[in-house]
């Protein structure tokens, strides 16, 4: 079985310009999580969706940040502008209804703005 | 406000050896604390978890010992072995029946074990 699939892997790209990250969930899987991991703040969860509709959202750093899950197959995380301190490596995680307390996490999007 | 606190932040040991992580939390809500394993280039992955009605799980070398009264929780890794290096993360997480589980991350052990 597939697991979650995020892309692009790595993305370098200059201050000033928009990012686009996506993934794509587990299949039958209703729960999805943005998350943020650098050295100095670790592991922060951004945004969280369920069934498609975010949840909460408490975790998204600024405006600049803005996510989506048109449906259930796809997310996108989207930082515009982006600015040095953006770089880090994002995740995406999702979880089934039937364990809601299992989360599963994507290979990840490293991040660098120059 | 750092809700879950976790050390060392790194630990060496000798193959078949026991590594020991410690996890300490502030928030008595919390009610399933799992930990995370994280190889380079990867994303975290899930190893072991308990609830707080039990004070330890065992599931093969991983054992956690949880211990309500002290708000504490610790992953025991019985003869280690080098494909253990990784980093190791706590979490603690809270939520009603049917409900999402926000985890709120320890800030991570970088285990390496030596051959």
């Known amino acids: 079985d597939a697991g979650v699939i995020q892309s692009p892997r790595h993305e370098v790209t200059e201050m000033g310009q928009e990012v686009t990250l996506r993934c794509k969930p587990i299949?039958?899987?209703?729960?999805l999580f943005w998350y943020r991991q650098t050295m100095m703040r670790g592991l922060e969860l951004l945004i969280y969706?369920?069934?498609?509709?975010?949840?909460?959202d408490s975790g998204m750093p600024e405006d600049r940040f803005s996510a989506k899950m048109p449906n259930a197959s796809f997310s996108t995380l989207k930082i515009q502008p982006s600015e040095p301190r953006d770089s880090a490596v994002y995740f995406c995680?999702?979880?089934?209804?039937?364990?809601?307390?299992?989360?599963?996490f994507g290979p990840g999007t490293r991040l660098t703005v120059t | 406000q750092q809700q879950v606190k976790q050390s060392p932040q790194s630990l060496i040991v000798q193959k078949g050896g026991i590594s020991i992580i410690n996890c300490a939390y502030e928030?008595?809500?919390?009610?399933?604390f799992p930990w995370y394993q994280q190889f380079p280039g990867k994303g975290p992955a899930l190893l072991i978890a308990?609830?707080?009605?039990?004070s330890e799980k065992k599931e093969g070398r991983f054992t956690i010992s949880f211990n309500k009264s002290a708000k504490q929780f610790s992953l025991h890794i019985m003869d280690s072995q080098p494909g253990d290096s990784a980093t190791y993360f706590c979490?603690?997480?809270?939520?009603?029946?049917?409900?999402?589980?926000?985890?709120?991350f320890g800030s991570g052990t970088q285990l390496t074990v030596l051959p």
């Open positions: 979490a603690a997480s809270k939520g009603g029946p049917g409900s999402a589980r926000q985890l709120t």
């Open positions: 969706f369920n069934n498609n509709v975010p949840i909460d």
């Open positions: 995680a999702s979880s089934p209804p039937w364990r809601t307390y299992e989360q599963y």
């Open positions: 299949s039958g899987h209703d729960y």
């Open positions: 308990i609830r707080p009605d039990v």
């Open positions: 928030n008595t809500a919390f009610d399933y």
